[in-house]
């Protein structure tokens, strides 16, 4: 049985940071590619980084590109989102994904979700 489990999530002030972790079990880890979604109230979940097999390659949304960084361990079967500079409008459910696919950048393309963790940034 397939698990991602997200943890990390909080409240924090615009301009902190936080760092999401996924842990996956029931998968062989390092065969997926991993990604980051969010989706918050009343909006489609929607994309914010991607890395593939090996951690060689990553995408990002536009709206998050130089703000956060998606690494992995696949010793540890972990996906990581390291977020700094968080702005009201990052405020969202955060959801960790897997896929086969190469890029994944669409809902799609993903074969298993976590829970998700919630993030809210103040003002």
């Known amino acids: 049985q397939v698990q991602l489990v997200e943890s990390g999530g909080g409240l924090v002030q615009t301009g902190g940071s936080l760092r999401l972790s996924c842990a996956a079990s029931?998968?062989?880890?390092?065969?997926?590619?991993m990604g980051w979604f969010r989706q918050a109230p009343g909006k489609e979940r929607e994309f914010v980084a991607g890395?593939?097999?090996?951690?060689?390659?990553?995408d990002y949304a536009d709206s998050v590109k130089g703000r956060f960084t998606i690494s992995r361990d696949n010793a540890k079967n972990t996906v990581y989102l390291q977020m700094n500079s968080l702005e009201p409008e990052d405020t969202a459910v955060y959801y960790c994904?897997?896929?086969?696919?190469?890029?994944?950048?669409?809902?799609?393309?993903?074969?298993?979700w976590g829970q998700g963790t919630q993030v809210t940034v103040s003002s």
């Open positions: 994904a897997a896929s086969f696919r190469w890029p994944a950048m669409s809902v799609r393309n993903y074969n298993y």
């Open positions: 029931g998968l062989t880890f390092s065969s997926y590619v």
């Open positions: 890395i593939n097999w090996s951690g060689g390659s990553t």
